[in-house]
């Protein structure tokens, strides 16, 4: 279960991590991310990096991701996507344990 949870995670981190990059987008690199995304993960959980275009289709298509901001709280409080829920990088394992199971989760 564990592991599903940070398979989501990660993905979700991916695609809004994709926020920060120039529109023609087309892949990710790994080395401009936190090192939390970065570390050594069990074989059965893969990372996925998706671009914000995907992201939108997913919710169209009716998948309901998790938005999650691991920025900090103060950066929370100034601004941020509709609905998401904070969860500042630091503090997330913390987080991670009352996060939703059946559900993609999107950081950014």
Same mark, same amino acid.
Not at 2 to 28: D, E, I, K, N, Q
């Given at each position: 279960?564990?592991?599903?949870?940070?398979?989501?995670?990660?993905?979700?981190?991916?695609?809004?991590? &994709?926020?920060?990059? $120039?529109?023609?987008?087309?892949? /990710? =690199?790994?080395s401009?991310?936190?090192e939390? !995304?970065?570390?050594?993960?069990?074989?059965?959980?893969? &990372?996925?990096?998706? $671009?914000?275009?995907?992201?939108? /289709? =997913?919710?169209?298509?009716?998948?309901?991701? !998790?938005?999650?901001?691991?920025?900090?709280?103060?950066?929370?409080?100034?601004?941020?996507?509709?609905?998401?829920?904070?969860?500042?990088?630091?503090?997330?394992?913390?987080?991670?344990?009352?996060?939703?199971?059946?559900?993609?989760?999107?950081?950014?």
């Amino acid at each position: 279960m564990m592991a599903g949870r940070l398979h989501l995670f990660l993905l979700t981190f991916a695609a809004l991590a &994709a926020c920060a990059l $120039s529109p023609s987008f087309s892949a /990710a =690199d790994p080395s401009k991310y936190p090192e939390y !995304v970065q570390q050594k993960l069990p074989d059965e959980i893969k &990372a996925e990096f998706i $671009s914000v275009d995907e992201l939108v /289709a =997913d919710i169209k298509a009716g998948k309901k991701p !998790v938005i999650i901001d691991v920025r900090s709280a103060e950066e929370f409080r100034e601004v941020h996507i509709l609905g998401a829920v904070s969860a500042p990088i630091g503090e997330f394992n913390y987080y991670l344990a009352s996060m939703p199971k059946d559900r993609p989760l999107v950081l950014y």
